[in-house]
Structures are given as C-alpha cells and as structure tokens.
C-alpha cells in the first residue's frame, strides 16, 4: 500500500521561501506521476505541478512557472516542492499526490485522476 506523507509547511512573508517535502512509502515502479496540489478555503483543489518519475518530466501550472521547482531524489523516495517568492494567494493546504501511469503523457492534472494522497501541509503567505 502506498503512502504519502508531506511536511515542510509553514507561515512565511510574501516574497520568502519554503521547501515542501513528501516520503512515499510502499512499492512505486516508475510509472507514476507524483504531483503538488493546493487547497485555499473555500476553493477547489488545484494542480500546482508534476513529475514522471520515469524521466523526471515536470510540468506546472501557469501561476507558479518560474517560482516554484518540482524535483525528486535520486531514490525516487522524496519529493520536494521548493517555493520561491512566495505570495499571498499561494496560501492553503498543500498535498501530495501519485497517479499511476505506465504512458507519460498527456500529464494528469485533475484530483480525480490521483488515486493516493497525503494529509496535506499547510502553507501560508502574509502580505
């Protein structure tokens, strides 16, 4: 059984950075996406970034290209997400996720296309 567990969160002045981190335990091939995505109140999930473990493609929405980094250790174990100039509306629960996908693409960015998850890390940006 795999499971997904974040940490790195934290409350950070906009502008700041943190590093997300997420353990997967259980067997995982490389056939598999594993994702960030984020939660505000009273929001929908979105997707904030991927990467096939396979070949370490990665892919990211608009809103955080060019600020935020998704990457993986050489164990394929760890995932991180490093946040760069942070801002207030990148404030909410951030969650891991891994989507099981022997085809790489097209990349899956839909909560219903990830079949495990974390509990989440709570991220906030103070203005």
């Known amino acids: 059984q795999v499971q997904l567990v974040e940490s790195g969160g934290g409350s950070v002045q906009a502008g700041g950075s943190l590093r997300l981190s997420c353990v997967v335990s259980g067997y995982m091939s490389s056939n598999y996406y594993r994702a960030w995505f984020r939660q505000a109140p009273g929001k929908e999930r979105e997707w904030v970034a991927a990467?096939?473990?396979?070949?370490?493609?990665?892919y990211y929405t608009d809103s955080v290209k060019g600020r935020f980094s998704i990457s993986q250790d050489d164990s394929k174990i760890t995932l991180y997400l490093q946040m760069n100039n942070l801002k207030p509306e990148d404030t909410g629960m951030y969650y891991c996720?891994?989507?099981?996908?022997?085809?790489?693409?097209?990349?899956?960015?839909?909560?219903?296309?990830?079949?495990?998850w974390g509990q989440g890390t709570q991220v906030t940006v103070a203005s």
């Open positions: 990467i096939y473990v396979r070949g370490g493609s990665t």
């Open positions: 996720a891994a989507a099981y996908r022997p085809v790489a693409l097209p990349a899956p960015i839909l909560p219903g296309e990830y079949g495990y």
